[in-house]
């Protein structure tokens, strides 16, 4: 423009300017407001916090558009002035007319300068035709932002890249109490997202930073002397709930009415209470009612081993009815879970609450927790994180290992939400400068208590479970099946609309279409109308909901030796009956249609899990005619197949290989057995490439599996966030969307060449090494280091080294985490994924070259 307009140039040349004005990527384009839009936006990055900016704005697209424009980029806006001007005469409004009759927009104009009653473009263009003239308003704007140094940071975040998304930001609110909640978060997420190329990896029990506001919270505000080691975080409440009760298995627990909707049907049902039963897996629950003395009677009365309550309004805001519960549960030995969900005030003046006023004087008896669901916010309906609280060390170390086990872990943007409402709430607070009261060690309980499940602490010591020391930062995690590598800028888009956004329909997050799509042209897996479609957080906690139906089944669940050491410890933790199908290293420790064959001849109720395309945890395929002659065999002794496509979609050595089509598979089989069936498992971190954020997806087509599913109704669904994330990303890889296969084609790169890397570097240190195809692990056999001695001095360490120790060594050497033979399920062969950041790759080959240093050379 600047070389357009010179000093001189005429005021005619100025004014026609004035009507023209180019696209600028902006939704307000379509009512020509693109170059106010993009003013306020550059306006937003220069602005003083409390600076203001004014604007003479035309009012011919309507004064709730020209509002609009404002409040959705996180203004106050104040109409300071209005007038009417003359509509010049040389403007062409029929553009103006071809948008009212495409859409249901109106535009705002008045017959002459008097008029105050609006009319629309198409009877302005009629009434100027026919010799009239007309006005649009003009309005002058005093705009102020709300909050400048959140709404600035989110402004940031979207020009680095992120442009597209500006049109679905709505930062207007009708409640400042909102807007106090959704702007600092969708500031902090803009930071998370902006400053991390890939989502961190955090233990079971919860981000630290969460639980570590959690105790702070209760420390800051209740006087309640925690550490963020006393705090155990759930995906919801109901999961909390019955997590609890799979890990001590009680043969009789009471719990409180309002509780029990979500627990498995079974479990209502059963009436093994008289005598003592023997069987851990038979779990007998009684509904009671809330009131504690009714509650208390009925303790007494039937002597359960668990209970699970909340407490009456009325009866929360004093101790003693809390104390009273402590006192009774304690002199039976009964576990005790306290649910404060109803009461938990995330305030600056939370509300008098009995529980945490006695917390505040007392211990917590070991016997007891707390148990609080955080569900009441003003932004996010239904968006769910619940976190238990324990003072037994006993209980606050294993209660983690029921979240991997059973769940994975808990979503990690919805405890970045309530952490970020944690965190204004204490940065609020000045510092306690007054030493913590102090408070009574609980009483002994006067009767033993009931102990975790024998199949529980079975599985929980024998499963190699994550490193979660977090006083050492330096671990490197080859132990975990989740990507590090960045996460694509789609990808960080997606998550961010989907906060950003307001007033969702369904339809914009209905995944189904999608996911259909996704596994009929990877899997050729046959769904239709019939199927039944289910969600969940993660795949592992679907999968632990179908250990479930296969128990209720009196069924028996095969895993092929080489299978993800994770799934096989939740069977084992469930006490499912288990079997292990043998595989040989010759093949690559695939399963073998004759081996299988001979197993099922010997079974009933038979049930097969099968990780495939890609194997977890060796990053080997199955061909097409593998799975048919696999599923073959299933169908003729009437096996129910699960089939876990979690780990595939970064398959990276193709040669030879062409994918599935099980359609033409399944469609060919004859089924001897009418209990036949395949269910596809799938998890979408690795197809869609979205890194920490998980997303399980279950499809089943055989009518007694889904009314078997239904009773199960304990599990944690996905929110409408993560859904809305996932659709949009399920729509670019279904539209093929060319920077999204690109993208992936260069992960897949990165996973070839580091696999590579990684087998050329254990060979050399003395490794036998499985080539892998897929994935982002790799299986080895530590064979130099077998049956050598090590001695640590530093960490007390001396042992002979073989598959019992192997891992413990290699952590305390050097700080790398991997699996051993216990976890792969193939004797003395290692688990070692290699989806690491950059750097720490890098570390984790020095690490292999330094032990075998410390091991060979030494």
């Known amino acids: 423009m600047s070389k357009m307009i010179t000093e001189n140039a005429s005021e005619e040349f100025l004014y026609s300017l004035s009507n023209y004005c180019a696209l600028q990527g902006f939704v307000e384009d379509q009512f020509g407001l693109g170059l106010i839009a993009r003013a306020v936006e550059e306006g937003i990055e220069v602005i003083k916090p409390m600076g203001i900016m004014v604007f003479n704005i035309g009012g011919r697209p309507g004064q709730g558009v020209c509002k609009r424009l404002f409040e959705r980029r996180g203004f106050h806006i104040t109409k300071l002035w209005q007038t009417k001007v003359m509509q010049a005469a040389d403007t062409d409004i029929s553009a103006l007319v071809e948008i009212e009759k495409n859409s249901h927009h109106r535009f705002e104009f008045f017959m002459g300068l008097v008029g105050d009653q609006p009319i629309c473009a198409r009877t302005a263009w009629a009434y100027v035709k026919s010799g009239g003239r007309i006005s649009h308003a003009l309005s002058v704007y005093s705009c102020q932002l709300r909050q400048p140094n959140q709404v600035k940071t989110i402004f940031e975040f979207l020009r680095n890249g992120f442009q597209e998304v500006s049109s679905s930001l709505d930062l207007s609110f009708d409640d400042d109490s909102v807007a106090d909640e959704k702007i600092p978060f969708l500031a902090y997420l803009a930071s998370v997202l902006k400053e991390n190329s890939f989502l961190p990896y955090d233990p079971p029990a919860g981000s630290m930073r969460f639980r ?19 705090v155990t975080v759930f995906p919801s409440r109901s999961v909390a709930i019955e997590n609890a009760l799979q890990l001590f298995s009680p043969r ?3 719990v409180d009415e309002h509780l029990t909707r979500n627990l498995p ?10 005598g003592t039963n023997e069987l851990e897996d038979i779990i007998t629950v009684i509904e009671a009612p809330r009131q504690s003395d009714l509650m208390i009677e009925l303790i007494k009365k039937l002597k359960p081993q668990v209970v699970i309550t909340g407490m009456a309004q009325f009866e929360a805001i004093t101790t003693s009815a809390f104390e009273n519960l402590l006192n009774t549960t304690g002199e039976l030995g009964a576990r005790l879970f306290l649910d404060i969900s109803d009461h938990f005030e995330l305030s600056s003046l939370p509300g008098s609450n009995g529980v945490l006023k006695y917390l505040a004087g007392k211990s917590l008896p070991s016997h007891a927790a707390i148990l609080c669901g955080l569900v009441k916010n003003q932004v996010y309906s239904d968006l769910e994180v619940a976190f238990v609280i324990s003072e037994d060390e006993s209980v606050y170390t294993t209660l983690p290992k029921t979240v991997e086990l059973l769940e994975g872990h808990t979503a990690l943007f919805s405890q ?31 009767a033993k208590l009931i102990g975790f499940a024998s199949s529980a602490v079975s599985a929980v010591n024998n499963a190699e479970l994550s490193v979660t020391d977090h006083k050492d930062n330096l671990l490197i995690h080859m132990d975990v099946d989740q990507s590090f590598l960045p996460i694509p800028s789609a990808v960080k888009a997606s998550i961010f609309e989907s906060f950003a956004r307001q007033n969702m329909v369904e339809s914009e997050t209905d995944v189904r279409f999608g996911i259909q799509q996704l596994v009929r042209n990877s899997y050729g897996f046959p769904c239709d109308g019939f199927s039944e479609f289910i969600f969940a957080n993660s795949q592992l906690a679907l999968f632990n909901k179908l250990i479930r139906c296969c128990i209720q089944e009196k069924g028996t669940l095969l895993f092929p030796s080489g299978t993800n050491g994770n799934c096989v410890s939740v069977a084992k933790f469930m006490n499912a009956n288990i079997l292990t199908v043998p595989t040989q290293s010759e093949l690559g420790f695939k399963l073998v249609p ?27 395929l199955y061909n097409n005619k593998e ?34 089509n099980l359609k033409i598979c399944l469609s060919s089989l004859t089924c001897v057995n009418s209990s036949f069936s395949v269910s596809l498992l799938g998890g979408l971190s690795f197809e869609l490439l979205t890194g920490g954020l998980e997303f399980g997806f279950l499809i089943l087509n055989e009518p007694t599996l889904i009314d078997a599913f239904s009773t199960l109704p304990s599990l944690g669904r996905p929110h409408s966030t993560v859904k809305y994330a996932i659709k949009k990303l399920l729509g670019l890889r279904g539209q093929k969307s060319q920077q999204f296969f690109q993208v992936m084609d260069e992960q897949k790169d990165i996973l070839r060449s580091r696999s590579d890397c990684l087998m050329k570097t254990l060979q050399s240190c003395g490794w036998d090494v499985v080539g892998c195809c897929g994935g982002v692990s790799m299986v080895a056999k530590p064979t130099a280091y077998l049956g050598k001695m090590l001695k640590l001095d530093d960490f007390s360490f001396e042992a002979k080294l073989d598959e019992t120790n192997f891992r413990l060594a290699v952590l305390k050497a050097t700080g790398l985490c991997i699996n051993s033979g216990s976890w792969t399920g193939i004797p003395n062969y290692c688990r070692l994924a290699f989806a690491l950041e950059n750097s720490e790759f890098e570390r984790a080959l020095q690490c292999i070259t330094q032990f075998k240093k410390l091991v060979l050379e030494n």
């Open 265 to 274: 049907k079974q479990w209502l049902t059963s009436l093994e209470i008289e």
């Open 416 to 446: 970045y939400y309530y952490g970020c409402l944690f965190h204004e709430l204490l940065a609020f607070q000045l510092a306690d400068r007054h030493p913590p009261a102090e408070r009574v060690c609980a009483d002994r309980n006067s």
């Open 594 to 620: 004759d081996t299988l064959a001979s197993l099922l001849g010997t079974l009933t109720n038979p049930w097969l899990y099968l990780s495939g395309p890609t194997v977890n945890p060796t990053g080997l």
């Open 627 to 660: 799975i048919n002659e696999i599923l073959a065999v299933c169908a003729k002794y009437g096996a129910r197949v699960v089939i876990d496509t979690s780990f595939s979609g970064l398959e990276f050595r193709r040669d030879g290989w062409e994918g599935w």
């Open 212 to 230: 570590s506001l959690i105790a702070g919270f209760m420390k800051v505000y209740h006087h309640i002397p925690l550490s963020a080691d006393n």
């Open 252 to 254: 009789l627990a009471i």
